[in-house]
């Protein structure tokens, strides 16, 4: 397990290194901030899911699960992205697109 969790934050870690290059510090702690316990806790809960891997039966349910552990994880990523947007320091996915009129 401890293969993984570092698999984990180094994965967080570089990810955030690559906002951090792009839009600036507080982009890679944001990101960080983000990704580095939604990993965390996506490894223990695979762990466990491994682990009790005879309690949930056949195959057909063992990938249920792991489905459902992956949408929760990307539906706490969405929410815990709009929370860091809406907190707007600084704004984040501002696109400017053009329109026909005049700002």
Do not use: C
């Amino acid at each position: 397990m401890r293969a993984t969790l570092a698999f984990a934050l180094l994965a967080a870690a570089a990810v955030a290194g690559v906002a951090g290059a792009v839009y600036g510090g507080h982009a890679f702690v944001s990101t960080v901030e983000v990704l580095a316990p939604l990993g965390v806790a996506t490894v223990l809960a695979a762990h466990a899911v491994a682990g009790g891997r005879e309690r949930l039966g056949g195959l057909r349910r063992q990938l249920a699960v792991v489905g459902l552990l992956i949408g929760a994880q990307l539906a706490i990523a969405v929410v815990l992205f709009i929370a860091t947007v809406r907190e707007g320091n600084p704004p984040m996915l501002r696109v400017d697109y053009p329109t026909p009129w005049p700002k």
